[in-house]
């Protein structure tokens, strides 16, 4: 876990790259782009973005490309707002996480489906053989003794 000055040197890269890349990289590239996320390592020398693009697989590359040009100004107004004296090194990543959720998001729905068909079908069954399929003591008729009373009546004699 990364030390609270860490973390808030992170989030901090987080906004200055995110407001960057919305006033002042006019790169026609750069598609709709969100930083999803900064790591930072526990010395604060690299700092890895992620970011997710809305678009195709084209777009994607065209914005990498777009990225990877506009490290070094990113870099150094990183450097500027944070007035540290070693400015981390930016390195872009692509983030599969909402592309992933997608997925299960699609999964899930499918898997909801699936139960409803089952309690659709359960809907009017009954199920098979007996109402109470367990074994009841058997009832006596009068006059008749189960095994324990003759078994008892023996002992006696």
């Not at 526990?42 to 040009?69: C, H, R």
């Not at 079908?121 to 009841?136: C, I, M, N, Q, S």
Request: hydrophobic share 40%; proline share 4%.
């Amino acid at each position: 876990m990364a030390s609270p000055r860490v973390r808030k040197i992170a989030d901090r890269i987080q906004v200055i790259v995110a407001e960057m890349l919305e006033r002042r990289i006019k790169d026609p590239r750069l598609g709709f782009v969100t930083i999803t996320d900064v790591r930072l390592t526990g010395d604060a020398q690299n700092a890895t973005i992620y970011y997710t693009v809305l678009g195709e697989d084209a777009d994607q590359q065209a914005t990498a490309a777009a990225l990877e040009s506009a490290k070094g100004l990113l870099r150094s107004e990183v450097g500027k707002q944070l007035g540290m004296r070693h400015v981390p090194t930016l390195a872009f990543s692509w983030d599969g996480v909402p592309e992933s959720a997608r997925h299960l998001d699609e999964v899930l729905a499918k898997a909801r489906e699936a139960d409803a068909a089952v309690a659709a079908a359960r809907e009017g069954a009954v199920p098979a053989g007996e109402a109470d399929p367990y074994k009841k003591p058997r009832e006596l008729a009068d006059g008749e003794l189960d095994e324990l009373d003759q078994a008892d009546q023996f002992d006696e004699d």
